[in-house]
């Protein structure tokens, strides 16, 4: 069965640094997703990529953060300096198409010291 | 603001037993609902959706009923194993939007 695949599993920063997380979508599909989840927390949406641009994005997703499809099969999230409040699961999600199920990666954990 | 939320925080059950769990949901424009798995360490894993059109929609041992009167969804899952043993997140898409708005998520136990 297909899935989306998210490289690192963890990732460990010093506050300041930068970050690249790397998602590898399903293959067919098109809509592409980040999400966070903070320890013991909900599942809060960063922002939504379709045809190479962004089509919506949280207030949470802010100058720092940024993403690309580099080659057309990574998506991935940078985030340029790193604060200790970025510390969360990071989690991809794709979609066929807009409004239709979401497959969720197994997510990046990402600690910032 | 719109929010999605659970009634209960943690529920255990017996195995065997069926389960219920509740998310209220205060977008009354949103069409379109997923209940996610979510084990410890793994992503969400789609467990079932249902379109606002909808009031009831069966899968393999689970249920998702839709009451869009009092904006309540719930999740039943039937003679409940070991395995379901997870926190389940309702989420909701209001109509316009792609992004999934999440509850804050319910812990199932299941006691063997």
């Known amino acids: 069965e297909p899935e989306v695949t998210q490289t690192p599993s963890h990732q460990v920063t010093q506050m300041g640094q930068e970050v690249i997380l790397r998602c590898v979508p399903i293959s067919n599909h098109l809509y592409f997703y980040w999400y966070r989840q903070i320890l013991g927390q909900k599942v809060e949406f960063l922002v939504s990529?379709?045809?190479?641009?962004?089509?919506?994005k949280s207030e949470i997703f802010d100058d720092q953060f940024s993403v690309e499809r580099p080659d057309g099969s990574n998506f991935t999230l940078k985030i340029r300096s790193t604060k200790l409040e970025d510390s969360a699961m990071y989690f991809c999600?794709?979609?066929?198409?807009?409004?239709?199920?979401?497959?969720f990666g197994p997510g990046t954990r990402l600690t910032v010291l | 603001g719109e929010s999605v939320g659970l009634h209960l925080p943690t529920l255990s059950v017996q195995e065997g037993d069926n389960s219920i769990i509740n998310c209220a949901y205060s977008n009354s424009a949103s069409d379109y609902f997923i209940w996610y798995k979510q084990e410890s360490g793994k992503g969400p894993q789609f467990i079932i959706d249902?379109?606002?059109?909808?009031d009831k929609r069966q899968g393999q041992r689970v249920t998702v009923l839709l009451n869009k009167t009092v904006k309540h969804l719930s999740l039943q899952i039937a003679a409940t194993q070991p395995g379901d043993s997870a926190v389940y997140f309702c989420a909701e898409t209001p109509p316009g939007n792609t992004p999934l708005v999440f509850g804050k998520g319910t812990r199932l136990s299941v006691i063997a």
């Open positions: 999600a794709t979609a066929t198409s807009r409004g239709n199920e979401q497959f």
């Open positions: 990529f379709y045809n190479n641009e962004i089509s919506e």
């Open positions: 249902i379109r606002s059109n909808m």
